[in-house]
């Protein structure tokens, strides 16, 4: 199985690309039983599935089984650290910021030149915000999903129990506005109607003026019934939104 080991932070981040979308739907959670990936597709760009928190590769199973996206992207989901698959020994402490850290890590071995990123959730959002500040020369367009506010105040410190998957996303620090003003790229965000609470309009207007240089100013496009977690809960019309945006942010 494919692992990117990042031995100065004590990971080894899990990641699967072009995987079989039949077999991989079906697989169990347990580390070997997932599909094999396979290579980078030549001539396709690469798109990568940053999940939410508590997340991991096999949620975005309606993303890389539509043909959408496997006729015309080489797909990478990757477990972030202290998700999934991925491996990791105990850290005093932990960031968002890192986590894109370690997701650069993984698109540098594959030899990645461009990207577009996929990020859902406060957890994905922000590490795809990160990865567009850091990488704003390769990224090529930024999706952002049910992003919640742009700020929880604070670093997270890790107590190795199932909450701090949690910890180290809703007590972040927001990405400085300074660094957002770096991304140029096209940015769509994407929010639940029906949603009042993680993701009000208020919190994804908030993200939208945090890109005043992103190509064409950042859209925004809410799904009037869908909850939060749209990417996962809502994927047949998140996925016909996402398609569009990104046909156009690459032509």
Same mark, same amino acid.
């Given at each position: 199985?494919?692992y ?8 080894? =981040?899990?990641?699967?690309?072009? /995987? ?8 169990s959670?347990?580390?070997? +039983? ?7 597709? /030549?001539?396709?760009?690469?798109l990568?599935?940053? $999940? ?11 993303? =890389? ?6 006729? $015309?992207?080489?797909?990478?989901? %990757?477990?972030?650290?202290? $998700?999934?698959?991925?491996?990791? *020994? ?13 997701? %650069?890590?993984?698109? +540098?071995?594959? #030899? ?9 959730g ?20 930024? %999706? ?22 949690? *910890?180290?996303?809703?007590? &972040? ?8 003003d ?8 994407l929010?639940? #109607?029906? +949603? ?24 925004? $496009? *809410? ?5 939060? %977690? ?9 996925? &016909? ?11």
């Amino acid at each position: 199985m494919p692992y990117t080991s990042i031995p100065e932070r004590g990971l080894e =981040l899990f990641w699967v690309l072009n /995987p079989d979308a039949q077999k991989f739907a079906s697989a169990s959670q347990k580390d070997g +039983d997932l599909p094999s990936s396979q290579p980078l597709k /030549p001539g396709l760009p690469v798109l990568v599935l940053i $999940h939410p928190a508590g997340g991991r590769v096999q949620g975005w199973a309606n993303q =890389l089984g539509d043909p959408r996206f496997s006729q $015309h992207y080489n797909l990478l989901a %990757i477990d972030c650290p202290m $998700h999934g698959l991925s491996r990791s *020994t105990e850290r005093d402490e932990h960031t968002l910021e890192d986590s894109a850290d370690c997701v %650069i890590r993984v698109l +540098d071995e594959l #030899g990645s030149q461009h990207y577009s990123l996929w990020g859902e959730g406060p957890h994905g959002v922000n590490i795809a915000a990160w990865i567009a500040v850091k990488r704003g020369d390769k990224v090529q367009s930024l %999706i952002l999903a049910t992003p919640g506010w742009r700020k929880e105040y604070g670093a997270g410190k890790p107590a190795y129990e199932f909450r701090f998957l949690f *910890t180290f996303v809703y007590n &972040r620090e927001p990405i400085p506005q300074v660094e957002l003003d770096k991304v140029t790229c096209p940015v769509l965000l994407l929010r639940g #109607g029906a +949603d009042p609470v993680v993701c009000p309009p208020s919190a994804v207007e908030e993200w939208q003026r945090a890109f005043p240089n992103a190509r064409g100013g950042a859209s925004i $496009h *809410t799904i009037s019934s869908a909850p939060n %977690i749209i990417s996962m809960c809502e994927g047949n019309i998140v996925n &016909r939104i996402a398609s569009r945006f990104l046909s156009e942010a690459l032509a």
